[in-house]
């Protein structure tokens, strides 16, 4: 096991006076409510309930989820900007209806992620840096925006605004929040407008749901509420304990022990009610299957163990087989969809034998399934069934085709805007994308391969994501990386101690040699920052006021409760900066349409930005219209669920779930094109025989930007790890942690065997985001040309034992997550 950093042998309790904010967990889209106490370093709050601010009886045990039990991981001392220093404690809401007082490893060591000097965190950026001589080294606000906003106005002035790409978002609470991510797209699209935008795990600037806004259904139209009052829960490409974790702990799993009965019999009197069912489509057998399959019984789940990329096969079998047995809910097809005879046409005529000999699943497994989903529980009572899938479908074999076909099987058995059902994504880090209209058009250019690795654009502006791992093709994208900013490096090197306009000339000629101008602005010197020429320092989760929504559209305000450390800044204030100085910029040139395009950054506070982002969601699922702050602060950890609908008497009144009001779909016909030239060419080939799954697991989040200063997470996971089944281990003599590698002519990488038989014989997952091994190293150039979404969970590789790794193999556990 790891050596797990505790700091002092004792945790301070928050004294009676202690400040209190609220605030959202800063990882996952369920957005588990917290509670904040910060008070001066050297005070202290006794055991007594009138002695401190949680009024607990510490002379006691405390409950589980009471939200009262303080651990190492979840306290810090804080420096603000004053040089005052104060303890801070987070703790999980009791009273936020979302988590319960409950919380994930994620959520529960926020403590561990609070920039200290004597801690992990000590690594954060702290002042801009610029490229000088080989390294980067701090300098000020202004000289680094004063160069960057230079290179930027030059660029676009000589090649125009696509030269300057961007790729955006995956930390600072909720995907940045409506705040950040407003000034982002009002910098990019009004000002730059340039087409080259992409979001931080894509290659573009593109929905993962285009499919299902196609058929008028918004990416999260259900509560969580819908999942303790479904009959059957249908969870497609998710291993929600690991990712979603509060959702399936608190609002699933009550349903499939029953727990939830007297909440379905008390909101649906109307019908009869038993526990829930749970259905798991996934090639790998997670821990979400063993945990649903302990607490339900194994005859209350069925996991559809298919092959790799046959979801859809899957999908359109499971609708033919319902529409033969005559379970499609006809009126509502009849009453409010359109386009079903082209999807009958499709769909509707998988053959079943090829379906089942594709997916690796028997027909009595596929009927079963059928039955679950749509098998009337009374005469004339339809079964209420929920459909929440996730990263396993949008990122599998063809992204549009994959979400219209569970789009497709949801209408057909009209599961939506009716309590216990719905058709969404589960989500994966916290929303509040409010920005002005992208200026290019569908499908969106892919920048990574075209404007990056083409070379077409000659800067690169990359904010809180780390493409040197994440992207498709990763190997690749960082030698591109690595040679083409080393151009611009040379040039700055030649032009050391001249003028500005001297050195930006030169940076000009780098550029048109096929340099790359990189600025990077992130919380912590990442990857991707190793190239740059400019690294902007950004503050945090719980360093700026923001907002976003979670996966049932509930709105809440992040409360600020420390200042950031050393000079940065949150980075809708970068962007204005950056905004201000190219508006300068122009004005002094006299080019006022050019300067105006750049007007309106003037933003004094969070607030500020949150009401001006207002004006990017009206009238979509995100809609908050007229809410404030001091509302959101009045309704804490639970905020209110998008789109409000009113404000009545100070406090917006919002919607519980979606169409409940009756709404218009659309089928969108979905055939299995087969598998993309790139992956056939490795499975033809003999020397990749495995196929590469990948995802994330419980402790670990996105790149693990924040996890590997948590000793507790990167203790457990030096390396990423690989689950190989035994079969395959001992063809290729591999132990539980020894080092293996994989590789295919897209690159290569290394990780640490786990034996276990969670997938088929032929079939490894591997941790899908690790710094000290990229899995997209593997992965193809391949994205669905419909969406210019990569298939990034399947690839094919070869393996080799690299050797045995014995510090790691004494001091880990190698103990299977997946048994019931």
Known sequence: MSTIFHGPDRVPIPPRDAEQFTTVCSYCIVGCGYRVYKWPQGQEGGPKPEQNALQADFTRQQAAQSGKWISPAMHSVVTDHDGNQSHVVVLPDSDCVVNRGNHSIRGGTHGSVLYAPDRPTADRLLHPLIYRGGTQLPTTWQEAIDLGARVI?????????????????????GGGGFENNWAVGKFFFTGIGTKMASIHNRPAYNSEVFASRDAGIAALPSAYLDAELA???????????????IYFLEHMLPNLTGASLSKKKQLLPQEPHAAGKMIIVDPRRTSTVAIAESAAGKHNVLHLQLRNGTDMLLMNALSRLIYEQGWQDQAFIDRQTENFDAMKATNLTQDLDEASALTGLSKAQLLQAAEWIAKPKAPNVRRRTLFLYEKGLIWGLKNYENVASVVDLALLTGNLGKPGTGCGRLGGHQE??????????????????????????????????????????????????????????????????????????????????GGLFLLVQDIYPIETAKFAHVVFPAAQWGEMNLTSINGERRLRLYQKFMDPPGVAKPDWKIMAMMAQRIERLYLDEGKQD??????????????????????????????????????????????????????ENGTPVGTVRLYEEGGRFTFIPAKWPGYPAPIRQLMDDNRYPFWVNNGRSNHGWQ???????????????????????????????????????????????????????????????????????????????????????????????????VGALPEWQERLTFIPTNQS
């Open 153 to 173: 106005k030059a660029a676009m002035d000589t090649w125009g605004p696509d030269t300057v790409a961007m790729k955006c978002f995956d930390h600072g609470g």
């Open 231 to 245: 009959d059957t829960i249908v969870l497609v490409g998710a291993n929600s304990y690991e990712t979603q974790s």
């Open 432 to 513: 509040g994308y409010s920005r002005p209209d992208y200026p290019g058009t569908r499908p969106p250019v892919n920048v990574d391969e075209v404007a990056i690795n083409g070379g077409a654009s000659k800067v690169f502006w990359v904010a809180g994501c780390n493409p040197a791992g994440g992207t498709l093709n990763a190997q690749q994208f960082r030698l591109t990386l690595a040679r083409r900013t080393a151009l611009v490096n040379h040039a700055l090197d030649r032009t050391a101690g001249r003028t500005m306009e001297q050195r930006v000339a030169a940076l000009l000629d780098a550029m048109k040699q």
């Open 594 to 647: 050019r300067a105006a395009r750049f007007s309106g950054f003037d933003w004094q506070t969070d607030e500020e930005v949150f009401r001006a982002a207002a004006v990017g969601v009206k009238g979509a699922q995100e809609d908050y219209g007229e809410t404030t702050y001091a509302m959101l602060k009045t309704l804490g950890t639970n905020g209110v669920q998008t789109p409000v609908k009113r404000i």
């Open 703 to 801: 790149t693990l930007y924040d996890d590997l200063r948590k000793p507790y997470v990167a203790g457990r996971e030096p390396l990423p790890f690989v689950e190989l089944h035994p079969e395959d281990a001992a063809k290729l003599a591999v132990a539980n942690g020894d080092l293996i590698e994989l590789f295919n002519p897209y690159g290569s990488v290394t990780a640490m065997a786990v034996l276990v038989d969670s997938n088929r014989p032929g079939h490894v997952f591997m941790l899908f985001e690790h710094p000290n091994g990229w899995l997209n190293s593997l992965t193809t150039g391949y994205v669905d040309p419909a969406t210019t979404i990569p298939y990034y969970k399947g690839t094919k590789a070869g393996i080799r034992k």
